[in-house]
């Protein structure tokens, strides 16, 4: 398999999902909450039959291998936030949920994830929530998220952001996420997908999942966020370690 090369100059804020979206406006009258009963019947089909799917997607795919998701086990009456490296544009929205099994798994996504013509109802009823491009609307996405934990679901993050394929490392990523777990005093664990050989020349995903991680509550909330992101960066970085096949390497270039 031949490797490719990407350049890049910018770790927090490039972009190579090859994607051309423009995305809506999340504003204050952006509805985050369905309470229409045909909308919940015809989510709860979706996502049965998205489920089967993302199953078939994976083992074909990828042949996705997860390791440590006993320990969501202990976890399923509460909810709870999964941090996940962004490393495929479909992929990622699919490997948290499988080994919830029955827990509702929601992801906070950017605009472009429910601007896309055709998708955009599949994506919300999918679980997605986008952030809010304006303070207008802030109120609403956190009290979605409130409502979706006190409902005993989770909630997956990307707290890299952007999406790079099949890269190999963690990317830096801010602390400013690790505030809803913290708010709202729930567990937080971290999936990291890594790539590695199988077959001759054939790549698969192996996922690691760790956790629960909790903050330092001796500490204020500002240092309780960077000590939680702190926790959860480096076990991702260790867990990249298993990464033994570079299908495309990342070269920075000034």
């Given at each position: 398999m031949e490797q490719k090369i990407i350049y890049y100059k910018d770790e927090l804020n490039d972009e190579f999902?090859?994607?051309?979206?423009?995305?809506?406006?999340?504003?204050?009258?952006?509805?985050?909450?369905?309470?229409?009963?045909?909308?919940?019947?015809?989510?709860?089909?979706?996502?049965?039959?998205?489920f089967?799917?993302?199953?078939?997607?994976?083992?074909l795919k990828f042949k996705v291998k997860y390791i440590g998701k006993e320990k969501l086990k202990n976890y399923k009456d509460?909810?709870?936030?999964?941090?996940?490296?962004?490393?495929q544009p479909l992929a990622d929205t699919c490997i948290p949920s499988i080994p919830m099994l029955f827990k509702k798994n929601y992801f906070i996504v950017n605009p472009e994830n429910v601007s896309m013509k055709?998708?955009?109802?599949?994506?919300?009823?999918?679980?997605?929530?986008?952030?809010?491009?304006?303070?207008k609307a802030m109120k609403n996405f956190i009290s979605t998220i409130e409502r979706k934990?006190?409902?005993?679901?989770?909630?997956?993050?990307?707290?890299?952001a952007h999406i790079w394929p099949y890269c190999t490392k963690i990317r830096p990523f801010k602390a400013v996420s690790f505030k809803y777990p913290i708010d709202l005093e729930k567990p937080v664990f971290c999936m990291t997908n890594t790539y590695q050989k199988y077959s001759k020349n054939k790549i698969r995903i192996v996922t690691y999942i760790d956790g629960p991680f909790f903050p330092d509550k001796g500490l204020e909330k500002k240092e309780q966020k960077q000590n939680l992101r702190d926790k959860v960066y480096n076990c991702?970085?260790?867990?990249?370690?298993n990464n033994n096949i570079e299908y495309i390497k990342y070269i920075f270039k000034e």
């Open positions: 999902s090859g994607a051309n979206i423009t995305p809506i406006v999340i504003d204050e009258n952006y509805k985050y909450i369905h309470k229409n009963i045909f909308w919940k019947i015809a989510s709860l089909v979706v996502n049965s039959v998205l089967i799917i993302k199953r078939i997607y994976l083992n509460t909810g709870y936030f999964v941090y996940v490296n962004h490393t055709g998708l955009k109802t599949i994506v919300q009823m999918a679980g997605a929530i986008p952030i809010p491009s304006n303070k934990i006190e409902e005993k679901s989770a909630i997956t993050i990307y707290p890299e991702m970085v260790e867990r990249s370690k």
